[in-house]
Nanobody, 119 residues
Framework: QVQLVESGGGLVQAGGSLRLSCAASGRTLSSYVMGWFRQAPGKEREFVAAISWSGGSTYYADSVKGRFTVSRDYAKSTVYLQMINLKPEDTAVYYC????????????WGQGTQVTVSS
């Protein structure tokens, strides 16, 4: 089992920045990929970014490239999502998730943290 706890959401004006954190526990994460997803009201959940825990390879949705940066801290078993130049359309509940590198499905999810960007 992997437990994930997000934090760092809040209300910010357009053009502002936020950093989300995802604290992971329960298993060695070296064989996992950590992902960030978001879900806006009335919309389906969508992929935002991901990072492989061991190699550090990163992946981004086109809508956030150049504005969001995903990173990880081994010592703290924490994954971050640094968001800059936020737009109202970034408003959503953001979820951290984990999947084994060998699988396509994310099996573990955090509870989510709300990000609201005002215009």
């Amino acid at each position: 089992q992997v437990q994930l706890v997000e934090s760092g959401g809040g209300l910010v004006q357009a053009g502002g920045s936020l950093r989300l954190s995802c604290a992971a526990s329960g298993r060695t994460l070296s064989s996992y990929v950590m992902g960030w997803f978001r879900q806006a009201p009335g919309k389906e959940r969508e992929f935002v970014a991901a990072i492989s825990w061991s190699g550090g390879s990163t992946y981004y949705a086109d809508s956030v490239k150049g504005r969001f940066t995903v990173s990880r801290d081994y010592a703290k078993s924490t994954v971050y999502l640094q968001m800059i130049n936020l737009k109202p359309e970034d408003t959503a509940v953001y979820y951290c998730a984990a999947r084994r590198t060998s699988l396509n499905k994310y099996d573990y999810w955090g509870q989510g943290t709300q990000v609201t960007v005002s215009s």
